[in-house]
């Protein structure tokens, strides 16, 4: 563990966000608030399920909607109820709660939380200074604020997609919806910074999210160096181009078992690196090669280096290879699935990073952690993602003061 | 206003330009201290002109936008005691010195800690803890342990799994840092106490993997790379076409309409060009409503129909007539080709901003978000190396003389 003590306050203890997200991009941005200590409230119905609770599967053969793994972890620590916004008393239980809530979040497309009866206007109706945060692929502004995006179709507009990827191939892209994690983390980041700003100013404010601009600040140099430079970006591969370094790239390692797509990433930024590098591989003979005898040379003749680099290090195991390299100070590291960061990963080990709580259908497994420690503070883990509604009934009757018998009302009249 | 504005902050080290620019961005009064040669981006191009020098390049600029800037060569003894009557002026420190940089120097937190409300977020490569704390790394290494390479390539495994262009390990780490950092500055606010935030930036990267952790830790599943689309456990359609202009459209989904109201628009327009093939029969409908894994002759003809159609327009038609069918497709653009797209106008994306040693505007990205009450985005462009230094060591209470004299020697 990491030496610090687990223990002390949640830092966002008594901050309540009702939580319409779903898919992705949303419930990442409020799994970091309530891994942080935030009350969050998940607003569900099944006429429009999150797809995830539908996603990947602990038992493929008998899928349900509590049942999937993926969802879970996306949706730990949250609480969950279902509500019918389109019933009155449905309607009554979700406009209690936003008006007990600091923070009102979604990411729907442009304009449907509207559509439910929930624009900014009625949302500061009901609670003045609330927060509202609308994660939506375009923006709730422009004249494309219609369109509608996924993760890669976010990426593939905003420049993300092309960035990765060899210059003799298509782009590469990312293979997953990296801008539904990087929306989230903004969306987390825009909450807390609209937080303190309530808390100096006493306003809330609506915080139009677009997907396509979290990936555009992505590519702020190449959008400046067009405007300056006229240079259009060019896919580099796994090379360095500034700085210029050689050695640099991703290489194939000695297969483990039948596991032939083992990879090392190393970088040079040092001629002593690039010595310890010669000798590690066994080819201290090019330490006097002209070819390779400065970075510049090196850059030069990157080719042949690359050639000469990639055939060594398939002679060597991947790990074993990465712990001689670090020994001798030379940035190297192996390319890790998910399985190598699991159990085989020392550093997250030691520093606890996957952790395990209970889920009420799938028992208990292991999450990724909340990657920072606190000295007078901890993130939680409490528990997996809420199933279907799991929470309705306490959070109407304790935190929305609706009696027993209220509730069985509604449940009856499926208002919740 | 920007609603951070009346916190003031320290960053130092390499690995905080993009924590703290966001934080600059949306308000903090953000000291970005260098040495007096100046930190690691200033070296790093595009630079003005293409012409190295130590204030024109454009990876420093867009990094340090809206933070004032100073030098302070911290082996001194005179220049760790000016950093640390900085430190008692400021709510929060940003620090990617490393795990021990600072302290040796009588420079880090616990060197600060009279100051009991300072929120010192430490990012470092692996934490401040651990087997691998002190090891080197680059981006490319950070992010191949973190995992998103392993999940990023092509459907060829001869090729090498991906390292996406950008400093994404930066990017990452930089807005969980200053989540981190206002949580724990939200709770100063209740307690009235700050603390030392130790921030791993391999953690940060490990948790941003999507899918793959789940395929891991529910099913022993490992997730393969493909090109252009998701990596997955078995082998999933194309959904990334080139165009007849040569440029790439994504057709998520592998093209296949995830209603009938943009199922029966796109045979219509698909008619137009005589491409529908026998996609009118019923039978394809059913397409649209069922289990990807399910009717898996009928998806790949639908694929396959839907995407020879497609390569056969323009990207920007295929881009812009699917979206007007509530088709979540895209165009695969670089990233500078979004200058020009009016939407991005509407929403004052772009924003006026200059760099050192170019004449005339450049538009640069405001921010992430878009505040509608109090304004985010670039207040001014990144100081030039020790730009600052009279204005903040004047603060600190220092003469004019002293500071020519603390240049003189080295300390500034």
Same mark, same amino acid.
């Given at each position: 563990?990491?030496?610090?003590?687990?223990?002390?306050?949640?830092?966002?203890?008594?901050?309540?966000?009702?939580?319409?997200?779903?898919?992705?991009?949303?419930?990442?941005?409020?799994?970091?608030?309530?891994?942080?200590?935030?009350?969050?409230?998940?607003?569900?119905?099944?006429?429009?399920?999150?797809?995830?609770?539908?996603?990947?599967?602990?038992?493929?053969?008998?899928?349900?909607?509590?049942?999937?793994?993926?969802?879970?972890?996306?949706?730990?620590?949250?609480?969950?109820?279902?509500?019918?916004?389109?019933?009155?008393?449905?309607?009554?239980?979700?406009?209690?709660?936003?008006?007990?809530?600091?923070?009102?979040?979604?990411?729907?497309?442009?304009?449907?939380?509207?559509?439910?009866?929930?624009?900014?206007?009625?949302?500061?109706?009901?609670?003045?200074?609330?927060?509202?945060?609308?994660?939506?692929?375009?923006?709730?502004?422009?004249?494309?604020?219609?369109?509608?995006?996924?993760?890669?179709?976010?990426?593939?507009?905003?420049?993300?997609?092309?960035?990765?990827?060899?210059?003799?191939?298509?782009?590469?892209?990312?293979?997953?919806?990296?801008?539904?994690?990087?929306?989230?983390?903004?969306?987390?980041?825009?909450?807390?910074?609209?937080?303190?700003?309530?808390?100096?100013?006493?306003?809330?404010?609506?915080?139009?999210?677009?997907?396509?601009?979290?990936?555009?600040?992505?590519?702020?140099?190449?959008?400046?160096?067009?405007?300056?430079?006229? !240079?259009?970006?060019? !896919?580099?591969?796994?090379?360095?181009?500034?700085?210029?370094?050689?050695?640099?790239?991703?290489?194939?390692?000695?297969?483990?078992?039948?596991?032939?797509?083992?990879?090392?990433?190393?970088?040079?930024?040092?001629?002593?690196?690039?010595?310890?590098?010669?000798?590690?591989?066994?080819?201290?003979?090019?330490?006097?090669?002209?070819?390779?005898?400065?970075?510049?040379?090196?850059?030069?003749?990157?080719?042949?280096?690359?050639?000469?680099?990639?055939?060594?290090?398939?002679?060597?195991?991947?790990?074993?290879?990465?712990?001689?390299?670090?020994?001798?100070?030379?940035?190297?590291?192996?390319?890790?699935?998910?399985?190598?960061?699991?159990?085989?990963?020392?550093?997250?080990?030691?520093?606890?990073?996957?952790?395990?709580?209970?889920?009420?259908?799938?028992?208990?497994?292991?999450?990724?952690?909340?990657?920072?420690?606190?000295?007078?503070?901890?993130?939680?883990?409490? !528990?997996?993602?809420?199933?279907?509604?799991?929470?309705?009934?306490?959070?109407?009757?304790?935190?929305?003061?609706?009696?027993?018998?209220?509730?069985?009302?509604?449940?009856?009249?499926?208002?919740? | 206003?920007?609603?951070?504005?009346?916190?003031?902050?320290?960053?130092?080290?390499?690995?905080?330009?993009?924590?703290?620019?966001?934080?600059?961005?949306?308000?903090?009064?953000?000291?970005?201290?260098?040495?007096?040669?100046?930190?690691?981006?200033?070296?790093?191009?595009?630079?003005?002109?293409?012409?190295?020098?130590?204030?024109?390049?454009?990876?420093?600029?867009?990094?340090?936008?809206?933070?004032?800037?100073?030098?302070?060569?911290?082996? /001194?003894?005179?220049?760790? /005691?000016?950093?640390?009557?900085?430190?008692?002026?400021?709510?929060?420190?940003?620090?990617?010195?490393?795990?021990?940089?600072?302290?040796?120097?009588?420079?880090?937190?616990?060197?600060?800690?009279?100051?009991?409300?300072?929120?010192?977020?430490?990012?470092?490569?692996?934490?401040?803890?651990?087997?691998?704390?002190?090891?080197?790394?680059?981006?490319?290494?950070?992010?191949?342990?973190?995992?998103?390479?392993?999940?990023?390539?092509?459907?060829?495994?001869?090729?090498?799994?991906?390292?996406?262009?950008?400093?994404?390990?930066?990017?990452?780490?930089?807005?969980?840092?200053?989540?981190?950092?206002?949580?724990?500055?939200?709770?100063?606010?209740?307690?009235?106490?700050?603390?030392?935030?130790?921030?791993?930036?391999?953690?940060?990267?490990?948790?941003?993997?999507?899918?793959?952790?789940?395929?891991?830790?529910?099913?022993?599943?490992?997730?393969?790379?493909?090109?252009?689309?998701?990596?997955?456990?078995?082998?999933?359609?194309?959904?990334?076409?080139?165009?007849?202009?040569?440029?790439?459209?994504?057709?998520?989904?592998?093209?296949?309409?995830?209603?009938?109201?943009?199922?029966?628009?796109?045979?219509?327009?698909?008619?137009?060009?005589?491409?529908?093939?026998?996609?009118?029969?019923?039978?394809?409908?059913?397409?649209?409503?069922?289990?990807?894994?399910?009717?898996?002759?009928?998806?790949?003809?639908?694929?396959?129909?839907?995407?020879?159609?497609?390569?056969?327009?323009?990207?920007? /038609?295929?881009?812009?007539?699917?979206?007007?069918?509530?088709?979540?497709?895209?165009?695969?653009?670089?990233?500078?080709?979004?200058?020009?797209?009016?939407?991005?106008?509407?929403?004052?994306?772009?924003?006026?901003?200059?760099?050192?040693?170019?004449?005339?505007?450049?538009?640069?990205?405001?921010?992430?978000?878009?505040?509608?009450?109090?304004?985010?985005?670039?207040?001014?462009?990144?100081?030039?190396?020790?730009?600052?230094?009279? /204005?903040?060591?004047?603060?600190?209470?220092?003469?004019?003389?002293?500071?020519?004299?603390?240049?003189?020697?080295?300390?500034?």
């Amino acid at each position: 563990m990491s030496g610090y003590a687990e223990h002390g306050q949640l830092p966002l203890d008594g901050v309540r966000v009702c939580d319409f997200t779903w898919i992705v991009a949303g419930p990442q941005a409020t799994r970091i608030l309530a891994d942080l200590g935030a009350e969050v409230v998940k607003v569900e119905n099944e006429s429009h399920l999150d797809s995830m609770r539908l996603g990947l599967q602990q038992d493929p053969s008998n899928p349900s909607i509590n049942g999937s793994g993926f969802h879970s972890n996306f949706n730990r620590n949250k609480k969950g109820i279902s509500a019918n916004v389109h019933h009155p008393d449905g309607r009554k239980a979700v406009e209690r709660l936003i008006a007990q809530s600091d923070v009102v979040i979604e990411n729907f497309s442009a304009g449907a939380l509207s559509r439910m009866g929930f624009d900014y206007e009625r949302l500061k109706e009901l609670r003045p200074n609330i927060i509202y945060v609308s994660m939506s692929g375009f923006g709730h502004e422009g004249r494309d604020s219609s369109y509608v995006t996924w993760g890669p179709t976010a990426q593939a507009v905003s420049g993300v997609t092309y960035m990765s990827g060899l210059p003799d191939q298509p782009p590469a892209g990312w293979g997953f919806s990296y801008l539904d994690h990087t929306a989230g983390y903004y969306g987390a980041l825009a909450t807390l910074i609209a937080l303190h700003h309530r808390r100096r100013t006493g306003q809330g404010q609506h915080i139009d999210m677009s997907q396509v601009e979290t990936g555009m600040v992505l590519g702020g140099v190449p959008i400046l160096d067009y405007q300056i430079n006229q !240079r259009e970006f060019k !896919r580099i591969g796994n090379r360095s181009l500034r700085p210029s370094l050689a050695p640099h790239g991703m290489y194939r390692c000695a297969p483990v078992g039948t596991d032939d797509d083992r990879w090392i990433a190393i970088a040079c930024e040092k001629e002593t690196q690039w010595r310890a590098i010669c000798g590690v591989l066994g080819i201290e003979h090019l330490m006097n090669d002209s070819r390779f005898s400065t970075n510049t040379e090196r850059v030069e003749h990157q080719d042949e280096l690359d050639t000469i680099i990639a055939t060594q290090t398939r002679e060597h195991d991947q790990r074993k290879l990465m712990y001689a390299l670090q020994a001798v100070n030379v940035p190297a590291g192996a390319a890790q699935n998910m399985a190598d960061k699991m159990e085989k990963d020392p550093q997250l080990r030691d520093r606890g990073f996957y952790q395990t709580a209970p889920h009420t259908e799938l028992g208990v497994h292991r999450f990724e952690g909340f990657p920072a420690h606190f000295s007078q503070a901890r993130w939680r883990l409490d !528990r997996g993602a809420p199933t279907y509604g799991e929470d309705t009934v306490t959070v109407l009757r304790d935190m929305l003061g609706f009696s027993e018998a209220e509730i069985k009302r509604m449940q009856s009249e499926l208002a919740v | 206003m920007g609603p951070l504005d009346g916190l003031r902050a320290l960053e130092i080290g390499d690995g905080g330009e993009v924590a703290g620019k966001l934080l600059a961005d949306a308000g903090v009064d953000m000291i970005r201290v260098e040495p007096p040669s100046g930190a690691r981006s200033r070296q790093t191009g595009p630079f003005v002109g293409d012409i190295p020098d130590i204030n024109t390049s454009l990876h420093y600029h867009y990094l340090n936008t809206s933070k004032r800037g100073i030098t302070l060569n911290l082996d /001194e003894p005179r220049a760790q /005691e000016l950093w640390r009557n900085l430190v008692n002026g400021v709510d929060l420190v940003i620090d990617s010195t490393g795990p021990d940089h600072l302290d040796q120097r009588k420079s880090g937190y616990q060197a600060c800690s009279d100051h009991q409300e300072l929120v010192w977020c430490s990012i470092t490569p692996f934490g401040r803890t651990g087997p691998f704390r002190d090891w080197k790394v680059t981006d490319i290494v950070s992010m191949a342990l973190g995992g998103p390479p392993m999940s990023s390539g092509y459907d060829d495994h001869e090729l090498p799994p991906i390292r996406s262009d950008g400093e994404h390990s930066f990017a990452i780490a930089g807005v969980y840092a200053a989540s981190a950092i206002l949580a724990a500055l939200w709770q100063r606010g209740s307690e009235g106490v700050g603390q030392l935030i130790d921030l791993s930036m391999h953690e940060c990267i490990s948790a941003t993997t999507e899918g793959a952790f789940a395929n891991w830790e529910y099913l022993q599943s490992i997730v393969q790379r493909q090109t252009g689309r998701h990596a997955s456990v078995d082998l999933s359609a194309p959904t990334q076409h080139q165009c007849a202009d040569g440029r790439y459209v994504l057709l998520l989904g592998g093209g296949i309409p995830r209603s009938r109201a943009s199922w029966e628009p796109l045979l219509e327009w698909m008619d137009e060009h005589d491409a529908a093939d026998d996609l009118h029969d019923p039978k394809y409908i059913d397409v649209i409503y069922t289990d990807p894994r399910s009717h898996a002759q009928e998806r790949d003809h639908v694929a396959d129909t839907v995407a020879r159609f497609a390569r056969k327009l323009t990207s920007e /038609e295929v881009y812009r007539r699917g979206q007007s069918m509530r088709l979540p497709w895209g165009i695969v653009r670089r990233p500078e080709e979004n200058l020009d797209d009016p939407h991005w106008s509407d929403r004052n994306f772009f924003v006026d901003g200059n760099v050192h040693g170019h004449e005339g505007v450049v538009r640069y990205p405001r921010a992430p978000y878009r505040f509608t009450s109090s304004p985010v985005g670039m207040r001014s462009r990144a100081p030039l190396l020790g730009e600052h230094n009279t /204005e903040i060591f004047s603060e600190l209470g220092l003469q004019s003389d002293e500071l020519t004299e603390l240049a003189i020697t080295g300390v500034l």
